[in-house]
């Protein structure tokens, strides 16, 4: 069946590092590709996306390219600070035009450090 | 953006008895409302789909008599945990979705459920 795969936590940076957080999946077909976060204390947010092979999605300077030909989502920021605390998840959504049937990873959570 | 918020955020219940955890969508009308649960870590696992007025659809291996989805209305769906048990001790997410089945989702901030 279909799964996501992200890189095991905690990672732990000093303010202004760079951010690559690993995500591989296995699916049929052609899912679409998200990554979450979730603050402390917080539910959790969208925030990028991509739907189809070599899309970037990008935001709040994290972006994710949607690499079909080795199954990944990885996501990167060039320059972290300590407001991006939080756990990431990647996920995708199986089907066209469900965006409800999420599978997500396990999580990564991110401290960064001043 | 558009806000899901659920209630209670923590819970403890004796082993026997039953827990409602409700889910709401504050600003704006949720045909569709999702249910999550997370083990410790280990990733969302989607527990069922509420559709408004009709009856839930749970994914499989999860008991639709021990796990009581109600999407009474456009704003709000329950899940209620029937003669809870320890093992049932975990965080439970809803999220919803605005624009029918396909719409961006709205994660709630979780309920953490433990079970004596």
């Known amino acids: 069946g279909d799964s996501v795969t992200q890189m095991e936590g905690p990672v732990t940076l000093s303010e202004e590092a760079f951010l690559t957080i690993n995500c591989t999946y296995t699916a049929t077909g052609y899912p679409s590709l998200f990554w979450y976060v979730q603050y402390p204390g917080e539910g959790l947010q969208l925030l990028l996306k991509?739907?189809?092979?070599?899309d970037k999605g990008s935001n709040k300077g994290f972006e994710a390219t949607y690499r079909k030909e080795t199954t990944s989502f990885h996501l990167e920021k060039g320059s972290v600070q300590v407001s991006d605390s939080a756990v990431y998840f990647c996920a995708l959504s199986a089907g066209s035009g469900n965006t409800g049937k999420l599978i997500f990873g396990q999580g990564t959570t991110l401290q960064v450090k001043p | 953006g558009a806000v899901v918020s659920q209630h209670p955020s923590r819970v403890i219940c004796k082993s026997g008895t039953s827990v409602k955890i409700e889910c709401r969508s504050l600003?704006?009308?949720?045909?569709?409302m999702f249910w999550y649960r997370q083990f410790p870590k280990k990733s969302l696992m989607l527990m069922a789909t509420?559709?408004?007025?009709?009856?839930?659809?749970?994914e499989q291996g999860v008991e639709k008599d021990k796990f009581l989805i109600n999407h009474a209305s456009l704003t709000l769906s329950t899940l209620t945990v029937t003669s809870a048990h320890p093992e049932d001790s975990s965080f439970y997410i809803c999220?919803?979705?605005?624009?029918?089945?396909?719409?961006?989702?709205?994660f709630g901030e979780g309920s953490r459920l433990t079970v004596l």
């Open positions: 999220s919803a979705s605005r624009g029918g089945a396909g719409g961006e989702l709205f």
């Open positions: 991509a739907t189809k092979a070599d």
């Open positions: 509420s559709n408004e007025g009709s009856k839930a659809t749970y």
């Open positions: 600003d704006f009308q949720a045909t569709t």
